[in-house]
């Protein structure tokens, strides 16, 4: 089993950054592909942005290209989520996936098998 933890979420004006962090515990060998996904109030949980195991393939939602940054330390069993250029649209829940047979990332929920609890970003305008 893998356990996987978010923290890094808040309150932040329109504009600023956050870096979210998902750390991995247990059989972390399995994480292979990993990936963010949010949700907001009322809305499905949609994709973010995933990662490759060694994260030589990232993949990103149309509506965070060029503002949000997907990375990971292997050594550290964490992957990143760098957020710039935050928006109030960008408010929700951030929840961390991990996959262990996936090699690379796909946007499919059911493409990943593990989930953290999700952390809460709320932007304001």
């Known amino acids: 089993q893998v356990q996987l933890v978010e923290t890094g979420g808040g309150l932040v004006q329109a504009g600023g950054s956050l870096r979210l962090s998902c750390v991995a515990s247990g059989r972390t060998s399995a994480t292979n592909a990993m990936a963010w996904f949010r949700q907001a109030p009322g809305k499905e949980r949609e994709f973010v942005a995933g990662t490759s195991k060694s994260g030589g393939t990232t993949l990103y939602a149309n509506s965070v290209s060029g503002r949000f940054t997907i990375s990971r330390d292997n050594a550290k069993n964490t992957v990143y989520l760098q957020m710039d250029s935050l928006k109030p649209e960008d408010t929700a829940v951030y929840y961390c996936?991990?996959?262990?047979?996936?090699?690379?990332?796909?946007?499919?929920?059911?493409?990943?098998?593990?989930w953290g609890q999700g952390t809460q970003v709320t932007v304001s305008s």
């Open positions: 996936a991990a996959d262990d047979l996936r090699v690379v990332p796909t946007r499919r929920r059911d493409g990943y098998y593990y």
